[in-house]
């Protein structure tokens, strides 16, 4: 799929799954799609860690306020970040951008291969979940789940919400010109 299709398909989805199981082989791909993205200094920080075991599904999916793509994911993809990540440059870290890089290389992945996702982020860090999960993913201290990517074929609808014109938020040589 071309790059800019990808682009405009992707969409966070939080509705039902078909009960159809990602293959391996597609759950690589959209990781390697990550491991490609940029990263600080190539210091190539995060770590992923991918979950396609059912009874480890399950315990993730039993959550409370766990959304439905999150609850029938056939695959859930965990970025990890180190909890104090290092300066690795003129006293500054960057852990989160590559994190987000990483995230956005494979959810156009995942696009392209015509499942969808959401970017689980927020959620994760109330009432400890990010630790809980983590500690059923085995990650060790000091390193914590920043973002979680569920993955399946999408029942419901496939839709994006409407962004911003160009004109409001982009501009040539001068801000608000
Ligand atoms: C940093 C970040 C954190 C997010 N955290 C969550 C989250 O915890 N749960 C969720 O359902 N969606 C989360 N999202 C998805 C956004 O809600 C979604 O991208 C936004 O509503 C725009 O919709 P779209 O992705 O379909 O364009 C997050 C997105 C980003 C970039």
């Known amino acids: 799929m071309d ?4 682009i405009a398909e992707r969409f966070s989805y939080r ?3 078909r009960d159809e199981q990602v293959p391996r082989d597609d759950l690589r791909r959209i990781v390697e799609a990550g491991l490609l993205a940029p990263s600080g200094k190539n210091a190539q920080t995060t770590r992923f860690v991918i979950v396609d075991d059912p009874d480890l599904l399950e315990r993730i999916g039993a959550i409370p306020s766990a959304n439905r793509s999150l609850r029938e994911a056939k695959a859930l993809i965990a970025c990890i970040v180190d909890v104090n990540p290092e300066a ?3 006293g500054f870290a960057f852990q989160i951008e590559d994190c987000a890089a990483a995230v956005e290389n494979m959810l156009l992945a995942v696009t392209a291969l015509d ?3 959401v970017w689980v ?8 979940r990010a630790h809980a999960i983590g500690a059923m993913l085995g990650v060790p201290d000091g390193k914590v789940i920043r973002v979680l990517l569920p993955v399946g074929v999408p029942e419901g609808e496939r839709r994006q919400p409407p962004k911003m014109p160009f004109e409001q938020r982009a501009f040539f ?3 608000g010109a």
């Open 15 to 17: 509705g039902p799954y």
């Open 115 to 117: 499942y969808a996702s």
């Open 173 to 175: 040589n001068r801000f």
């Open 88 to 90: 690795i440059y003129e």
């Open 121 to 128: 982020d927020g959620w994760l860090r109330v009432e400890g």
């Open 3 to 6: 790059v800019f299709k990808a």
